[in-house]
Structure formats: structure tokens, C-alpha cells
């Protein structure tokens, strides 16, 4: 991949995980209640034209046919297409002058208008640095060549950067800006027709003939676009975004893209929950496709367009797993409108690898319905107890669930009740096909049968010098050296990182936790004491909101980084600045390590795996189980197939994939955005930090050399002690453990407390 695609999957955050599914409900035939009802919108993915990599663009012209912008996969270059069919095919439309790759280096946000027009938010030179300033506004009318927009009426002084843009059904250009403006452009002239600033965070903007639509964080903002003033706004139809926007708002870009067919008065929108309609000034707004029975349900999948064509169907464009894709929804009259079987899946928190494995499930089973049950929605004050205590009942009434995500629940009990199923012969099935890391797959063996499985796991890892290197064989021997380091650096106010107590504490009570344990599941009063004292000599003295802050600091991608920046990676960045002595954390990618090297690389650092008494800790992700109750148990069997195979296991970017070929393509993407391999594998990507005085650090990030990586794997493979997941036993530690470290409680008292609740808990 060539250094500009990078540069393409950094800055539009292209989501990694790649998905299917099949179906969606529309109108019914029978009753509203859906059973044995007929009608439904099935999901088919569209060819995409030439060696297209990125779409840009998707928009239904007035003649009923598709518009398409796209980009190279390989070159970068644009190219802008036409399809007669729904885009069954394709055939090369002109593309206006100045939109290539020569003129143009890099394009932020692009949008069609029903005409054939074209406006892009873009980079016209390229530049090792990408900032907002170096975008700028352009626009070609159909057939004429791109120019840039020198917008009047606005302030040079008071730089805004581009957060969306989008042409309204007359034409006019709709820019929308950070800081909550929105501006109303004549594309033609340049010209600022209205500047809009609502006084709210803007989340979504569109517009019905002549009416602006501003989605804010408080609701739905109607203005007048030829005038500027306030209108009415729709409140069904905002009432409905406003649901919509809260379970949408941890997506990146377009959690939401609105479309409009022939009727003046008819509004479509599609987010992850399905494709609606509205009739504007109505009571009600309408599910078209249901979104959690489809690709789009998934919620890794980034939003760019959808398009209403004629005959009632619907093409959305959307980025997953890094690749583009177009899917077609057509209405079937004689497809069930809800799956005649169905397999209930319960988990105490969500997790977008099941929402994602539901959709892969689908599109294989299109007569299966998946029903995900939450235990904890954090909307109210229940507890993971409270919702074990609940769950534990439906179980033994035989209401319970078919699949069970594990995580936070007493796994060793389960299987001594006998309400977990024998999942050898499925287990084995899939590591026979991929090959599964045997020492993970049978965490939860017990008498040659496996009961639960989990579908990654992580890793115990400590960054510093070669003295805290050389100290991971214990947290004894750990805890000694970091209270040397800080007595021979009285001023370094934070020597281990992370800075935050509850953190800290989860990182060692997880690499602990097994060793803690007796064989009946209570806690080791003895062990538990060591475990707080060793956490003092780590953590130190307590330290201030204001100091944790500075502590962290601030940090900007540059090229190529398409990752969050979690578990060690921002402790890297504090080491990176030295404002601390050794991190420590779990990690669970490859992307991950790059960045760890690459700190270690720029301050003479190592880092090295984190023992408890000399053995291989790892901590599993999403252990998955099969109720010993369920009424589908080859359904759910399936499904956990699915949940193990390369389509799911291959996009996993929390934890790392048991599934070996999983794991393979996880790193083949990784691979891609770091500029590991062929000729541009020294374009690698480069993180930028300033802390609270201002200066500056960075690093470049290339990829491993093949010794890193087959330490890595050897690490992955000698894994060989499980920490527990178990949600209830850890907030007991949690919750005494940060008053040990913080408020002064005493070490018998905080280890009577914990072990008082441990008790209790085991014995309901």
C-alpha cells in the first residue's frame, strides 16, 4: 500500500472489522406484530467499479442513476462513475479537471449534488504535516473543470475546519464547521448566503427544500436557508434522531447520512439502527430496513451516503474493516419479514465483536434471528450482581439464554453446576480448519472437556529500563526495584504509569488474581496482603486531579496511526516525555507493540512480558460458553463458529485472536498502516506529543523486523495461566484496594473487608 492510501485510512479512521448480513423488515403483509408476516428488504453487496479503494462519494441523480467518486486502491487516483442499474455495472463518467490526484493530494469530505456537481473539502498540495489549514473548499460544476471557493462574508481571523459538506436539493452548498457554524454557500460565486450558528453542538445537518435541519446535541434546529431565521422544527422526526444520536455517539465521522427520493415531503435517514422514512410534518417515523439484522447494524461500519432510487430500493456506501463497500437493499414481497428461528445471546456488558459476529451470522443464516440480551445498560444502577442474581434465575426457569459472553461472571462455578455445555467437538472443529493457540482454547478445560472458549486474550507486558526489565520475573521483585527508582528520584512525581489508582490496581490484580486464589474460589488472605503492599511500593504516594493531567499530556497522529490510543500506547507517550520511569499494561495487538518499540527505540527502553512467581499470565477476551439449558444447541453451536472463524477473528483489534489465521490477517491490516513490507516500508507513521509546558516529543513508528514478531508470537503461544474475569470479586478489590492507596485505610482492614464481600458473594 502506498504511502497516500496510509495517509487515507489515518485521517478518514477507517473502522477495523469487516461484516456481512442479509436482511432487513420493511412493510408487512399481515399483522404489525411481525409473525407470519411477508416483506422484507434483503441485503446484497455491490461490485465496486475498476480497482476502486476508497469511495469518496455516492449520490442518485435526477435521472434516477448513480453517481460514484472513488479513489485507486493501489494509485490514489480519482475516478468518477455512472451506474444505469442500481450498480448491477459501471461505465467511466468524466471527471472534472483538477480532481486528480496532481492537483489534488488529499480529499477530507466529498459530496455529489443531484445535478452532477462536485465539492470536496480538500489538501491541493501535499504536505508531511496535515493540518486544517492546509484544506481548502473546491467545486466543479457538471462538466467544467474544479476551482476553489474564496468564500466571502467570513473571517480569515477566525479559522473554522470543515466537519461535513453536502449539497442541498436546489444546489446551494452546505458547509458545516467546527464550533457549531453552519454556512449556506452559492457554489457558483462563493458566496456566504447564510451563517447559521445555533449556539449548540451541531451533530448532523440536511435539509428538505428550502428548511435547514441542524441535529444538535439538544434536538432538531429548523432554519430558513433563504433568510437565516429560525423555523419549526419536526418533532417526531427529532425526537427520533435524539434516540438515534445517544447510541450512536461513540462512532467516529457520519454516525448518520440522510437521502431524499422524488416526494418533496418524504425524508430518509440510515444509522446503524436500519434505514427510515419520514413524512415531514407527520407523527411517524418509519423502520425501512432493520439495522441490526444487516451490514450496516454493525458498529465498526463508518456511514458516507445513502442513496433512495427509484422502485423503492436503497444503495448505502460505507467503510469496513478499511474497505470500501456498497450495499443494495431491494424489497422482497415473499421473504419472511422476521427469521422464523431464533438463538438468544446474553452478555453483562456490550461489545461490538458480538454485534459484528451477529451480522457474519446472519448473512450465513438469513433464517436465524440473533437476540442480544445486555445485563447492564449502565441507564440504570444495576449491578453486576443484581443482573447475575437475574440471569441465574432465567437460567434454572429455563428462560435463559442459548450462548453466554462469559466475561464478569463466575466461569469455575458455571461449569461445577453443570450449566455449561461440552463445546469440545465445535472447539476442535475450528482448530482443526484455522488452527486455534491450543494453551488459550483450553482455558476452561476440566476433565478433557472444554466448556467455554474465549475468542482473544491479552498480555502482560512492563516498559522501562533494563533494571525494571530485568525485575518482570515477580511483582515482588517489580515492587522493589520501582521503590529504588523513586528513592534515587525523589522529584519524578509519578514513576510507574498508569496514574490512575483503579487503573493500576486492574493491571496487577489481573496479572495476580489466579495466584491469589484458593482451590475453593475464596481468596488467599496471605497472598492478598502481599498483593497490596507490593501495589503501594508501585503506586506510590497519591497524586492530584491536576497532576494525573499534566502527567498524561496531549497527543496528535500523524501519518498512518488509525488507532486509539489505549493500554500502553499513551503510556509510551508519558515515557516518551519522561515524565515517568516504567509502564506497565496489558496489550492485545500488534499495533500496540509498534508504538511500544518505537518509544523504546527513541529513549533507550525495552520492554519484556510481566511474570506473577515466573509464570505466563494472559487474560481472556470474551470467554463464550453454550447454556447446558438451551433449547437451539446446534443454532448456538453455530454461532459459535462464527464467533471463532477468520471473518470475525481477522478483525479483532482489542485482544489478540486465538484463531491463527485470525490472527495472521489482523496483522496483515496492522501491517498495511505502519508500512510494513515493499518499498514504502520505511514510511512506517509518527506520533507528535506536547505536554502541559508545551514542548514537544514524537516518534516514528515503522514495522517490526521479524524477530520482534516471532518473539511476539512465541509470548502468545507459551501463554500459560489464566487470570480471572470474574466482574464481582474484582470490585470488591477495587473498591477497598483504591482506599488502601489513596485514604489512608489500613492493609488488615482494606484485605478483612475484601475478603468479607469475596465470601459472601461465593456463598449465594
Not at 493531567?549 to 507517550?573: C, P
Not at 514495522?703 to 514478531?709: A, D, F, R
Amino acid at each position: 500500500m502506498n504511502r497516500y492510501i496510509k495517509k487515507a485510512v489515518c485521517l478518514t479512521a477507517a473502522l477495523a472489522i469487516a461484516v456481512a448480513g442479509l436482511a432487513g423488515c420493511g412493510k408487512q403483509t399481515e399483522d404489525e406484530s411481525g409473525k407470519g408476516a411477508m416483506g422484507r428488504y434483503l441485503e446484497e453487496e455491490v461490485s465496486l467499479p475498476g480497482n476502486t479503494g476508497r469511495v469518496l462519494a455516492m449520490e442518485r441523480l435526477n435521472d434516477n442513476s448513480l453517481s460514484l467518486l472513488t479513489e485507486d486502491k493501489e494509485t490514489g487516483e480519482r475516478c468518477l462513475w455512472k451506474s444505469a442499474d442500481l450498480g448491477k455495472s459501471w461505465e467511466e463518467d468524466m471527471l472534472p479537471e483538477g480532481l486528480g490526484l496532481a492537483d489534488c493530494a488529499y480529499i477530507d469530505w466529498a459530496c455529489i449534488s443531484k445535478e452532477g456537481d462536485i465539492a470536496v473539502s480538500a489538501m491541493p498540495e501535499a504536505s508531511e504535516v496535515m493540518v486544517s489549514q492546509s484544506f481548502s473548499l473546491l467545486y466543479a460544476k457538471k462538466g467544467e473543470s474544479l476551482k476553489a471557493l474564496n468564500l466571502d462574508g467570513e473571517k480569515t481571523d477566525d479559522m473554522k475546519v470543515i466537519t461535513g459538506i453536502a449539497f442541498s436539493d436546489s444546489g446551494k452548498l452546505i458547509a458545516t464547521y467546527t464550533y457549531g457554524t453552519v454556512c449556506v454557500i452559492d457554489p457558483e460565486s462563493g458566496h456566504v448566503e447564510q451563517n447559521i450558528q445555533p449556539g449548540e453542538t451541531i451533530q448532523q445537518v440536511t435539509n428538505t427544500e428550502d428548511t435547514l435541519l441542524l441535529l444538535t446535541d439538544k434536538g432538531l434546529k429548523a432554519y430558513d436557508m433563504n433568510t437565516g431565521e429560525s423555523a419549526e422544527a419536526d418533532q417526531a422526526l427529532s425526537d427520533e434522531l435524539l434516540k438515534e444520536m445517544e447510541t450512536e455517539q461513540k462512532k467516529l465521522r457520519n454516525s448518520m447520512v440522510f437521502g431524499y427520493g422524488k416526494e418533496e415531503d418524504k425524508l430518509f435517514y440510515c444509522a446503524g439502527s436500519g434505514i427510515y422514512r419520514h413524512i415531514l410534518g407527520g407523527t411517524v417515523v418509519e423502520q425501512a430496513v432493520n439495522g441490526s439484522l444487516t451490514s450496516i447494524g454493525n458498529p465498526k461500519t463508518m456511514l458516507i451516503s445513502l442513496a433512495v432510487m427509484d422502485g423503492d430500493s436503497f444503495l448505502v456506501a460505507c467503510s469496513v474493516d478499511a474497505e470500501y463497500k456498497i450495499y443494495r437493499y431491494s424489497y422482497s414481497a415473499d421473504t419472511s419479514s422476521v427469521p422464523e428461528k431464533e438463538i438468544k445471546v446474553y452478555s453483562l456488558e456490550d461489545c461490538s465483536v458480538l454485534r459484528q459476529a451477529i451480522s457474519v451470522y446472519q448473512k450465513q443464516n438469513p433464517d436465524v434471528y440473533v437476540d442480544l440480551e445486555i445485563g447492564m445498560s449502565g441507564e440504570d444502577s444495576v449491578t453486576a450482581s443484581d443482573a447475575l442474581r437475574t440471569l441465574n434465575t432465567d437460567i434454572m426457569a429455563g428462560k435463559g439464554p442459548d450462548i453466554l459472553i462469559l466475561d464478569g461472571m463466575p466461569v469455575e462455578n458455571y461449569i461445577q453446576k453443570g450449566l455449561l455445555e461440552d463445546i469440545t467437538d465445535t472447539v476442535e472443529a475450528v482448530s482443526r480448519e484455522d488452527g486455534l493457540f491450543e494453551n488459550i482454547m483450553r482455558t476452561f478445560e476440566k476433565d478433557d472437556k472444554i466448556y467455554a472458549v474465549p475468542l482473544g486474550f491479552l498480555l502482560p507486558v512492563v516498559q522501562g529500563d533494563e533494571a525494571v526489565v530485568n525485575a518482570a520475573e515477580s511483582m515482588n521483585t517489580l515492587a522493589e526495584q520501582i521503590a529504588e527508582i523513586r528513592e534515587e528520584n525523589p522529584h519524578t512525581g509519578r514513576i510507574m504509569i498508569p496514574t490512575d489508582s483503579s487503573d493500576f490496581l486492574e493491571i496487577f490484580y489481573n496479572l495476580e488474581n489466579a495466584a491469589m486464589r484458593n482451590e475453593d474460589g475464596t481468596l488467599n488472605e496471605e497472598a492478598l496482603k502481599a498483593f497490596l503492599e507490593n501495589m503501594k511500593k508501585l503506586y506510590g504516594e497519591p497524586i492530584t486531579q491536576e497532576e494525573q493531567e499534566n502527567t498524561i499530556g496531549y497527543f496528535s497522529a500523524a501519518e498512518g496511526v488509525a488507532s486509539n490510543l489505549d493500554g500502553l500506547r499513551l503510556q509510551s507517550m508519558v515515557l516518551l516525555s519522561q515524565q515517568s520511569k516504567a509502564g506497565a499494561g496489558w496489550i492485545g495487538s500488534v499495533s500496540q507493540l509498534v508504538e511500544i518499540l518505537g518509544v523504546n527505540e527513541a529513549c533507550g527502553l525495552d520492554y519484556t512480558e510481566l511474570k506473577s512467581e515466573g509464570k505466563s499470565v494472559f487474560l481472556p477476551y470474551q470467554s463464550v460458553g453454550i447454556s447446558s439449558k438451551s433449547k437451539e444447541k446446534e443454532l448456538a453451536s453455530d454461532f459459535l463458529k462464527a464467533l471463532l472463524g477468520v471473518e470475525v477473528q481477522g478483525t479483532l483489534n482489542a485482544a489478540f485472536p486465538i484463531n491463527q489465521k485470525g490472527y495472521e490477517k489482523a496483522m496483515e491490516f496492522a501491517k498495511t498502516t505502519y508500512g510494513g513490507g515493499g518499498d514504502d516500508a520505511a514510511g512506517g507513521a509518527s506520533i507528535t506529543m506536547s505536554d502541559s509546558s508545551g514542548s514537544m516529543s514524537s516518534v516514528n513508528l515503522g514495522w517490526p523486523g521479524e524477530e520482534e514478531l516471532d518473539g511476539l508470537k512465541a509470548l502468545l503461544e507459551q501463554a500459560e495461566v489464566p487470570a480471572s474475569t470474574d466482574d464481582t470479586i474484582w470490585n470488591a478489590v477495587k473498591e477497598q484496594g483504591e482506599k488502601y492507596l489513596n485514604e489512608g485505610l489500613g492493609l488488615d482492614e482494606a484485605c478483612s473487608n475484601i475478603i468479607q464481600k469475596v465470601n459472601l458473594y461465593l456463598a449465594e
